[in-house]
């Protein structure tokens, strides 16, 4: 049941946000009884680290957390404009929040939040140790700026991406045009590495780039570039997506399911 949205993987289970029923989910990897992390939230996006799940509550304008094998969610930190997406390093807790058009951070403990940019309307946000990267769709940007602070960078200017990752290498995006690009995470020209009809979430592994399509897709291209290889067709509304080492997951609003593939 539901309506699964965002998606996020540890080593052992799967997360999710569901919308529609107003809970944070969890299974095993392996497969299972999904649990309820938590109820009565208004969840967007979702990340996770070695000991705690992380999501953004639109509805009441928190950043939350919880214990990877549940327990009392906690508030990270209160942004009561449009806390939106997420990403969570050693460094702390970073989202964007649309409605006040700034890329925000916060200490993993919790505290007062920090703005990082202004003056933005990030989308999907991407964090690796040195810098917060982000889709800025309204002005068709892709952006970067020093994790601990300081001047904005513009990587790429591109057509209204959406969602984002990096690796070592690459910033990926998807556009709901139907484009996956990327470019060198410290800029330099974007390159397409496929086309598609209305592309959705996106993840990398470093070696390839795998993303969602509305037309009921899960697709892979080499990071370098190459043949895109359909992993999996005839899907019901498929949404975000997250990669490990052996498996490819994602989430589908229109039959309520979250799959997996392995190998991907």
Known sequence: GGAPYALAVSSTAVYWTDQSTETVMTVPTSGGIATTLASRQQPNDIAVNATSVFWTDMGAGTVMTA???GGTPATIASDPHQPLYIAVSGAGV????????AVMTAPLGGGTPSTLAQGWRP???AVDATRVYWA???????MATPIGGGSPTTLAVT?????IAVDAANAYWTSPGGAVMKVPIGGGTATLLAAGSGTGGIATDGASVYWTDD??????VPVGGGATVTLVSG????????VDLTSVYWTCQGDGT????TPK
């Open 159 to 163: 057509t209204e991406p959406n969602d």
């Open 94 to 101: 970073f989202w964007s929040d649309f409605g006040n058009g």
């Open 136 to 142: 800025d769709e309204s002005n068709s940007t892709v």
């Open 235 to 242: 899907l019901n509304g498929p949404w975000d997506i997250a």
């Open 67 to 69: 214990p990877l094998g």
């Open 258 to 261: 979250v799959s997996k593939l």
């Open 215 to 220: 037309v009921g897709t899960v697709s892979k």
């Open 123 to 125: 989308y999907g946000v």
